[in-house]
């Protein structure tokens, strides 16, 4: 099963947002993750985790996401993508293609084709 068989459209903003603002998006939108974009390139992500380590900071997003973002290619298998997400000890993959986001996959996106992924897994081996 390849990665743009479950991925999702991906939660973008272009402003620099206060903590706050990020945090009623992400409520509002149940999400666990804002990225950050420029001209359609990545420049960070902020985390639900990284609210709640900054919890109630006057910092903007630009001040705390993470900026060296890990990411993958739509036509890599969902294994790749699980594999790689250990090895970060990361929960969220963006997806690029021809260098722009096209979608993300979470680590719950990939548990919920836990089925899908150990079929490929047999079948590989």
Do not use: C, W, Y
Request: cysteine-free.
């Amino acid at each position: 099963m390849k990665v743009k068989e479950i991925m999702k459209q991906p939660f973008v903003t272009e402003k620099d947002l206060s903590l706050q603002e990020v945090a009623k998006i992400m409520s509002t939108k149940d999400i666990g993750s804002l990225i950050f974009t420029k001209n359609d390139e990545i420049k960070g992500i902020v985390t639900d985790s990284d609210l709640i380590k900054h919890f109630g900071s006057k910092a903007k997003m630009s001040q705390i996401m993470a900026k060296n973002v890990i990411t993958i290619a739509p036509d890599e298998n969902l294994d790749g993508a699980l594999k790689l997400m250990k090895k970060k000890e990361i929960k969220r993959l963006p997806i690029i293609q021809d260098g722009k986001l096209v979608g993300i996959i979470t680590m719950t996106d990939i548990m919920a084709n836990a089925e899908e992924l150990e079929e490929d897994f047999l079948l590989d081996n």
